[in-house]
RNA sequence: GGCGCGUUCGUCUAGCGGUUCAGGACGCUGCCCUCUCAAGGCAGAGAUCACGGGUUCGAAUCCCGUACGCGCUACCA
């Protein structure tokens, strides 16, 4: 046995950020590990010296962390079985490939570019399978060694025996067989020194004694190639589980050019940590029944590999709206409170910031009418400042030609009141609206417009408790001297 | 082209041979609630379960084929 523990690993390329594709894997691998007592291992695949960014690392565990998803061994935090980046782990996949060229499981190739293009072309041409034809497999020990002295640049690959079946087991999509004849014999080790993905994934997942890979379905194809390796090491292999794929709304797999796919950009944009994994943990997932809702903790008690699916699912947007406007109503006030003062100083109404009573009560106000906290001073920019105009459609149907006259009934009693809490806003106005003979409504509409300039909102004696007593006799004022019908 | 994977409402999905002329959620439409807008409640539209063959008394569910989609096919991961 690998391990007596549930070990598993999340192993990310550092490209400068993380894909919501990369934070399922994440995700899952996560909720596989702590549901069985695992070991969740971040490991980082920088094999690629083309496409190192810096910083990259650092953002990722960033970002890890902010979803909530802290491994238990890897860069940083360190651990048994490390170094946990592979570009410090060089001479253990050299002296693996030498292991596998001596024992004739691999060999030297020392084909220049030009001549695998051509042999490429013309496999394409004659429609076969554009794979290396073994043309260096024939050099003798000596001729590999005289070009070895002579500085000839090489790869080490990986020798396929053909017309053999290799078998995957994976735990969701079952058998899938693959015929060697079809598997290419894959550079192991590059020119520059660095292994491939194949060559430094096996050994990686050896050493640090992963059970169970679980990783996006484009690696499905390369599996066998894997086997074989753990085979040719003589290695037990790991139990593999291959996820569906993230698509596009034109279910093409979940790339940039489509829309946002950068972890990092949705934190940006306001979705909060919980929709955000509760979405992703969705998408290609469920637990059997209709429950939408959870939190990661929850999530790690109800998950389970086999109830993944197979199909790829398309990142619907719309619903993780929907999904973080349930996490955002979750929140307490005071919690929200502290968001939307966050949200307000960075924006423009930074100088118009309320204190935190008012901060309260207009997140109470305003909870049940938004997906996002940065949609309070957009959609109610009258909670901080005075209308600057109003609503067409609003006078059109609220402002008659005795409103002036009502407003002008009510406003002196506003304007007498003293200390007055919301209620007492709420009692003179039915008493007027009675006195005057007329519905309520009569009143509320033209008040609302008059103090937000809109017709939609929360409750009109919410907003006048939000902006108090003489911003709602001024704002009055100003509506009755400024509109005109 | 080859290899592999997949295919239930627009989208995410339930369903693992019969109680389903297919259930839930998002979105959409309408109604109720209501000072408005939301939220909430209710109702509705929306899927010949890709198609064609089998197996079976009986199939969305099992098997085969076809189509379509996607992935892989690098000294990228």
């Known amino acids: 046995m690998i391990s007596d523990k549930v070990r598993v690993r999340f192993a990310p390329s550092p490209t400068g950020y993380l894909h919501v594709g990369g934070l399922r894997t994440a995700l899952y691998n996560y909720l596989y590990a702590k549901k069985n007592n695992g070991v969740f291992v971040l490991r980082i695949e920088d094999t690629d010296q083309n496409r190192k960014v810096e910083g990259a690392v650092e953002n990722l565990i960033k970002t890890l962390n902010w979803a909530g998803l802290r491994y238990d061994e890897g860069p940083v935090t360190g651990g048994e079985h490390g ?46 399978q554009p794979v290396y034809d073994k043309h260096c497999l024939k050099l003798s020990k000596q001729e590999i060694q005289e070009k070895i002295n002579d500085g000839f640049p090489y790869v080490i690959r990986l020798n396929i025996r053909p017309n053999e079946n ?28 660095f292994p491939t993905y194949h060559l430094a994934n096996v050994i ?25 390796l753990y085979n040719y090491f003589g290695w037990e292999v790991p139990s593999f589980a291959h996820l569906p794929l993230l698509l596009n ?23 909060l940590k919980e929709a955000l994994v509760n979405f992703v943990a969705l998408l290609g997932w469920n637990a059997g029944d209709d429950r939408e809702f959870y939190y990661l903790n929850e ?5 389970s590999l086999e109830r993944v699916n197979k199909a790829g ?47 309260l009560k207009i997140v109470s106000c305003m909870r049940e009418r938004i997906s996002f906290i940065k949609e309070i001073p957009v959609n109610a920019p009258y909670l901080f400042r005075k209308p600057d105009s109003y609503e067409e459609k609003g ?21 007498a009141l003293e200390n007055p809490v919301k209620d007492d806003y709420e009692r003179v106005l039915r008493e007027t609206a009675e006195s005057l003979g007329i519905g309520a ?4 509409h033209p008040l609302r417009l008059a103090v937000s300039g809109v017709s939609g909102g929360p409750g009109l004696f919410d907003i006048f408790d939000v902006i108090g007593q003489k911003e709602v006799v001024e704002r009055i004022k100003t509506a009755v001297e400024k509109i005109r019908i």
């Open 83 to 128: 170094p946990y980046v592979q570009s410090e782990r060089l001479d253990i996949y050299k002296e693996h490939a030498d292991r596998l060229v001596k024992e004739g499981k691999a060999y030297y190739c020392f084909c220049s570019k030009e001549r695998l293009e051509l042999l490429r072309k013309e496999q394409e041409e004659k429609k076969l």
């Open 166 to 193: 290799v078998v995957v087991k994976d735990i969701i999509r079952g058998i899938v067989e693959f015929s060697t004849s079809t598997v290419d014999d894959q550079v192991l080790l590059k020119s520059d020194g």
């Open 299 to 303: 999530l790690v008690d109800a998950f």
């Open 441 to 444: 409504g009569k009143l509320i």
């Open 204 to 228: 990686d997942d050896h050493y640090m004694k992963i059970t169970h890979v679980i990783r996006g379905e484009e690696w499905l194809p390369s599996t066998p190639k894997h086997v074989l």
């Open 395 to 415: 006078l059109q149907k609220g402002w008659k030609a005795e409103t002036p006259a009502h407003l002008n009934e009510i406003l002196p009693k506003y304007e």
């Open 249 to 271: 709304p034109d279910r093409s797999k979940l790339s940039k050019r489509q829309g946002d796919v950068a972890v990092e950009s949705y934190a940006e944009k306001g979705y």
């Open 313 to 359: 699912a398309v990142f619907d947007i719309q619903k993780l709206d929907w999904l973080n406007a349930e996490h955002l109503r979750k929140l307490d006030d005071a919690t929200l409170a502290g968001m939307l003062k966050e949200e307000l100083a960075a924006g423009e109404l930074k100088d118009l910031i309320p204190g935190d009573e008012t901060l």
